[in-house]
């Protein structure tokens, strides 16, 4: 069992930045996949990037390309999300989600909404000038 946590959302301007940081607690033993999806009003959600523990190359969505980086602290059992250059369309809510991946070295951002089990409350970011 996980329990996941995110914090650091908030409201920015077009063209700046915010880290979100997902807090990992639980028994955490064995390969996992965690990642991040966004949920915007009157949209579907959105799987925005994932990373695997074993290393593999982290994998984001199209529309965030360029601009969101994952990162991990195995220590600290946190992931976080770095998004620059940020736009009105980004805003959203933010959910980290996690699941266990035993048999794979990578992960897909298409299979966050549906597959990853162990998810956080959300935070909000806004963004707007």
């Known amino acids: 069992q996980l329990q996941l946590a995110e914090s650091g959302g908030g409201l920015v301007q077009p063209g700046g930045s915010l880290r979100l940081s997902c807090a990992v607690r639980?028994?955490?033993?064995?390969?996992?996949?965690i990642g991040w999806f966004r949920q915007a009003p009157g949209k579907e959600s959105e799987g925005v990037s994932c990373?695997?523990?074993?290393?593999?190359?982290?994998s984001y969505a199209d529309s965030v390309t360029g601009r969101f980086t994952i990162s991990r602290d195995s220590v600290k059992n946190m992931v976080y999300l770095q998004m620059n250059s940020l736009k009105p369309e980004d805003t959203a809510v933010y959910y980290c989600?996690?699941?266990?991946?035993?048999?794979?070295?990578?992960?897909?951002?298409?299979?966050?909404?549906?597959?990853?089990?162990?998810r956080g409350q959300g935070t909000q970011v806004t963004v707007s000038s």
């Open positions: 639980g028994i955490i033993v064995g390969r996992h996949s």
């Open positions: 989600a996690a699941e266990w991946t035993p048999y794979t070295t990578s992960c897909s951002v298409v299979d966050i909404q549906g597959q990853y089990r162990y």
């Open positions: 990373i695997n523990s074993a290393g593999g190359v982290p």
